[in-house]
């Protein structure tokens, strides 16, 4: 093993969490070879996905497993390797080399394969290009490996908890315990990075210990702490009828703005003069002492030591939790790093344009009591940017916040709002959390089960989506990690709960006919003449990376028929489509049912927009799952 990836285990191993919690080098060996696994698979899923490796070159081998020819005596095998719909593939063992007269031996690394197609394939990139990538890959594949040895433990640790209440179930548990907010342990816990990218854990910048104390697998938690920006240099942006910022912001944490007060007061300063800004620790450390020394040094920024409130950092990393509280709002805060492939900034847009566009949200949603049954938004309340008296300042992007509503406080008495992404991540028991809400729903978790749960799941969540989507014209991005489905008193999954409008994308001639329109802070985003590139934000994040793994998941685990599960959906998307049809215009309603139903799918390239180091999307066209017909020629 490669001197880094030991130098970066051992820094993890020898953390105070680890050692609290017993994590031992066995159990971050064992998270090796898991994490090696997870890593080739999602990588050879891509490069087969994205046509770096045509399939038509592998070949079948008597054992059922696949080759690839590198040369005349050389060949990567790829052990249980299957395809299925939605270009998908599943690798159930180990990727090998295999040089004519010698024993195959075992790739570990994720570059290591990157390494051996891109000799062979037409897609040549540059040797900077490639240095780069396979450094963000093993940087994903290495943390990786430490997230999976703590989650394993955390996930044993729960389990050993609900057999002490008598239940066998630790989702049932947290949802019978009061006193822990159930959402974001799950949301914690169940991090497990976006379905379709090589780079799902990659954190450059980051070292092992920061990667451990920043990042919501290792149940973190860290000081946010407060500055002051001079009132002439910040914008606020305001749902109607909000308070003051400063009042409103003095209800959740009054404490900390009176310290900031008294400092500022301290320093010859009016306090009136300045608007309080929580702020991440690295930003707070690495970003903005340089990137704001002038401002800095005038006292139009003014940095302090206050903690604001201590910070359970959810799925997104940078979207944080104060005090796990179940009431105060989520704070979404900008960090300067890449984070899978993309810096994770604020932009002043998604600061002005998020409590915008849920302003817009809840006009339409309060019209449509129906929609409300099956879809509740999180609303952003306020959000503020530092307003640059520079054009163009990409400054503004790095000293910016968003305050979300907390999902709780939309919930009825018993419910859960269960992050979707954390119903892949596996249990105790290497059985993806799904099974324990099937069996909880169901009463037992036997195929059958899975199948009528899946229903259920579909009835909840579609019908909200597809009444927005083609009546208003919006398009969520409700992928794993912005989607809840939420658990009622019973069990039973009842609807669908979206966070998150940085990326949405609206038809804005859609939205126009129906009496709405939107005050854009950029007038080249979130409202689209394009219907197409609206709707492939809908079917890549929604259709695909959230239902689509779903039915995937479902059939790997419970060994259902695949063709069956996407019939499921395909009935559910026509029976929303009848249900609108009389609301929807003629026009739409046939172009968005061929386009849904029959026609090929977006399929957005990650790798090869990371290969051309791109800064938009890359995105090829992929054989429709929904399509039975086409399937089964």
């Given amino acids: 093993m490669p001197e880094n990836v030991t130098s970066h285990l051992r820094h993890g191993i020898n953390s105070s969490i680890f050692t609290h919690h017993r994590i031992t080098e066995e159990n971050v060996t064992i998270a090796l070879q898991k994490s090696s696994q997870r890593a080739l698979q999602r990588l050879t899923q891509a490069m087969l996905r994205e046509g770096i490796i ?108 609900s057999r002490e209440h008598g239940s066998n179930s630790f989702l049932a548990d947290l949802r019978d315990t009061p006193a822990v907010n159930t959402s974001l342990v799950l949301e914690q816990w169940g991090t497990t990075g976006h379905p379709w990218h090589p780079n799902y854990k990659t954190k450059l910048g980051l070292s092992p210990r920061q990667v451990i104390d920043y990042s919501p697998e290792f149940d973190a938690r860290f000081e946010v702490i407060l500055c002051a920006v001079h009132r002439d240099f910040i914008h606020i942006e305001s749902l109607p009828g909000s308070p003051e910022y400063r009042d409103w912001l003095a209800q959740w944490f009054p404490e900390p703005l009176h310290k900031l007060d008294s400092l500022l007061h301290a320093q010859g300063l009016n306090a009136s003069d300045y608007f ?20 800095l040094s005038d006292r139009l920024l003014v940095m302090s030591r206050i903690k604001a409130f201590t910070a359970h950092p959810t799925m997104s990393f940078r979207t944080v939790l104060p005090e796990a509280s179940r009431t105060a709002p989520m704070v979404k805060l900008p960090v300067g790093l890449r984070l899978t492939s993309v810096q994770r900034t604020l932009s002043p847009r998604s600061a002005c344009m998020g409590p915008r566009v849920s302003a817009l949200l809840m006009r339409i949603l309060n019209a449509e009591p129906e929609v409300q049954k099956t879809l509740i938004v999180v609303p952003e309340c306020i959000g503020l940017h530092f307003k640059s008296h520079r054009p163009s300042d990409d400054r503004e992007r790095h000293l910016s916040v968003l305050y979300r509503t907390n999902p709780n406080d939309l919930l009825n008495p018993g419910e859960i709002a269960v992050p979707v992404g954390s119903l892949f991540a596996p249990d105790h028991r290497d059985e993806p959390l799904l099974r324990q809400w099937i069996l909880l729903s169901e009463g037992n978790d036997s195929p059958q089960a899975a199948s009528d749960f899946l229903d259920r799941y579909l009835y909840a969540a579609l019908p909200g989506l597809m009444a927005m989507y083609l009546l208003y014209g919006f398009a969520f991005e409700a992928h794993q990690q912005n989607s809840f489905m939420v658990m009622d008193v019973n069990g039973q999954p009842s609807r669908l709960l979206l966070r998150d409008f940085g990326d949405i994308r609206i038809d804005r001639k859609t939205l126009n006919q129906r009496g709405f329109d939107l005050l854009l802070k950029d007038p080249a985003m979130t409202l689209y003449e394009d219907t197409g590139f609206v709707r492939d934000k809908l079917l890549h994040t929604a259709f695909m990376c959230h239902f689509g793994e779903l039915i995937l998941l479902i059939s790997r685990h419970w060994e259902l028929t695949e063709s069956d599960l996407w019939e499921a959906l395909s009935a559910h998307v026509n029976c929303c489509f009848d249900d609108l049809k009389e609301r929807t215009e003629p026009g739409r309603w046939h172009a968005e049912r061929e386009a849904l139903l029959v026609n090929d799918w977006p399929a957005k390239s990650f790798l090869r927009m990371r290969l051309r180091d791109s800064p938009i999307d890359i995105v090829r066209r992929l054989k429709n799952p929904l399509n039975h017909e086409r399937h089964a020629r």
Wanted: hydrophobic residues 45%; charged residues 20%; proline residues 7%.
């Fill in 276 to 295: 309080p800004l929580p702020v991440h620790p690295w930003q707070a450390s690495e970003t903005l002492p340089s990137l704001f020394a002038d401002e």
């Fill in 54 to 161: 045509q399939s038509n070159t592998l070949t079948l081998l008597p054992d059922g497993n696949r080759s690839l020819p590198l040369t005349s005596t050389t060949e990567l095998v790829f052990e249980d390797l299957i395809d299925h719909r939605m270009s998908a593939w599943s690798l159930g063992g180990r990727v090998l080399i295999h040089h004519k007269g010698l024993p195959a031996s075992p790739l570990t690394l994720p570059s290591e394969l990157l390494e051996y197609v891109l000799a062979v394939s037409d897609d040549i990139a540059d040797a900077d290009v490639l240095t780069r990538l396979s450094a963000e890959i093993d940087n994903s594949f290495m943390n990786d490996i430490l997230c999976v040895a703590f989650h394993d433990a955390w996930s044993r640790r729960l389990a050993a908890s």
